[in-house]
């Protein structure tokens, strides 16, 4: 017997300071259990005033909570003497045999050390919280009465989970894991062309919780730091959130549509770093990212379809227009990508005054040539402000239009 009630939907509350390991404990928890009432929070005291003031089925905290630990937020609860016993799972990066020793007279319900293994985890809150052979199924809440699809939209861009996965992730897994582990150079070069992907790679990375002196702006960068074992849990946990894939034959087109442009500044932009010695990575990266809000914005709009709203191509094209950039920003500011990494991204769509940079010159050109239907309006580029200051001419940019492994917008010629 557990203290979780699984007839009734388990409350359920999470305690990790890292926002990315918090989502993806979330996203674990309502993938075993989907009605499951969840309290998140940062640190130990948020979680002892949460204790304080409602009963849970289930805590899963970790052991190095600023504030309060997870260690002693465990003893606080165990001096309760409920009975049964509240479930409480432990998370720690201590693995050693005195860490473990220290836990155990306290009994947690599991010690798990991190990063995490996500398969054990699963199997461990399926025990906890779902009776043998039990199948619970959520539908997706309907819209509220009177809701409009702009008001729908506005509401989403604070809290949008962002892009949908445009690289099938669990494939990309499965292809590198070898013998001796995760290759993480295998699954880069998998993945690296995924903006949402890229940019949560980015985040996790440089999230205040790791404390990282100089931030992660490339893919490469951002993997090296976090290891094996994490990237492969981050990846798992994008592919378990609702919508993270387009069902939608339409949204889907549009999105296909979406990433070429980015894919294409992604690689002009990289390309023409190369030609002037500039930092190759860096304005890929920034090039794949450009679009990261427009996307985010047509899986909002599967959100909407899916709730019941309905959906035209006119529709579509204004939520674009209206929200596509606010989204961008409102994720990038949010997810906190290096305040360079922005830089370089709103250089794509304008320079401003003041002085530029030689990359954010590269991705204003970069998206410029991206954007191009055909090379007739190659002359005007090449006669324009950025390719003055770059003292870059037709020759470079012809070049540079038939750079190879391209993404061709439709209607161009070979």
Known sequence: MTAVDLKAAPTVLIAEADPWTRDLLKQVVLTVRCDAQLDVCGDGQQALAQLGRKTYGLVIADRDLPGVGGLDLLRTVRQRRSVPALPFILLSARSDSASVREALPLTPTAYLTTPLDIAGLTRRLTGLLLVAGQEISCDVPALAPGMTLKRFVEQRRASSDGAPLMV?????????????????????????????????????????????????????????????????NLLLGLTLKRSAQLTDPCLADYAEQQWAVSRRAADYGRALAAQLNLDQERCYCAGLLHRLGDLAVLRCLEEWQQA?????????????????????SALRTRW???????????????????????????????????????????????????????????????????SPSVPSPRGRGD
Do not use: W
């Open 336 to 402: 906190r990508l290096p305040l360079e990494l922005r830089e370089l991204i709103a250089a794509i769509y304008h320079l401003g005054g003041g002085v530029y940079s030689r990359e954010a010159l590269v991705m204003n050109m970069a998206a410029q040539v991206a954007n191009l239907e055909s090379e007739e309006g190659l002359a005007e580029v090449a006669g324009g402000k950025t390719a003055r200051l770059l003292r870059v001419g037709m020759s470079e940019l012809s070049r540079l239009l038939k």
């Open 168 to 232: 099938d992730a669990q494939s990309a897994l499965k292809r590198c894991v070898t013998p001796e582990g995760l290759d993480l150079a295998l699954l880069e070069q998998d993945i690296r062309t995924d903006p949402q992907m890229t940019a949560v790679m980015i985040a996790a990375a440089n999230s205040a919780a790791r404390h990282r002196a100089s931030p992660a702006q490339t893919l490469t960068q951002a993997m090296q730091l976090l290891g094996p074992a994490h990237s492969m």
């Open 308 to 328: 019941g709203g309905e959906l035209d191509t006119q529709a579509i094209d204004a939520s674009l227009a209206e929200f596509g950039a606010a989204y961008g």
